[in-house]
């Protein structure tokens, strides 16, 4: 790390990034308490050896090792993604309850399609999610950035091919184009 590594910074650094960084290994693990256990391993390893570590860029540092450490407890063809509402910070209150409907049930074909998505591709637009940029997804799955964009585009091409050959009606597809048109809006 640049700056000079003190309790404060690491405390600083895991308030920042605890929630993104658990959401993410529970996406891999679907443990919430060994979600937990990783991101403490990390961060204690983080503290234990901050006089020997090098790190440039702190965030994609941080989810290439929480992925590592998840990735020890179970293997990444097992796993498929599991979106919360507040992924896509759907605010509550501004929805009447048949619209909540409408929206959790075009979370929910959504989340589905992204699991029929490669490993690769499904993990991409996760990261994606969790707000890393391409750049920082490239880092942190140790591939180039065109190989990120390239992916992102077929996996968003993937996306909107699914629902447009659907048999879904409009709102609900309008609901998951929505959900495409964030994506496309982040990149």
């Not at 690491?10 to 993410?24: A, C, D, G, Q, R």
């Not at 790190?55 to 020890?72: E, S, T």
């Not at 029929?116 to 490239?138: D, V, Y």
Request: proline share 3%.
């Amino acid at each position: 790390m640049s700056q000079p590594v003190t309790l404060d910074r690491v405390e600083v650094i895991f308030k920042e990034n605890y929630t993104p960084l658990l959401s993410y290994v529970n996406s891999i693990v679907k443990d919430q308490e060994q979600s937990k256990d990783v991101i403490s391993d990390l961060f204690l390893h983080l503290w234990q050896q901050k006089d020997q570590l090098q790190i440039n860029h702190i965030k994609p540092y941080l989810f290439r090792a929480a992925r590592n450490g998840a990735l020890k407890m179970v293997t990444l063809s097992n796993r498929s993604l599991q979106l919360s509402e507040d992924t896509f910070n759907v605010p509550a209150d501004i929805y009447n309850p048949l619209e909540k409907i409408v929206v959790k049930q075009s979370i929910k074909i959504v989340e589905s399609l992204i699991n029929q998505l490669s490993p690769l591709r499904k993990e991409m637009i996760e990261l994606r999610l969790l707000g890393l940029k391409n750049q920082e997804i490239a880092r942190v799955l140790d591939i180039t950035e065109k190989k990120v964009e390239y992916n992102m585009r077929e996996a968003i091409e993937q996306l909107g091919h699914a629902i447009h050959h659907s048999r879904l009606d409009k709102a609900t597809v309008a609901g998951g184009l929505m959900v495409l048109n964030l994506l496309f809006t982040i990149m």
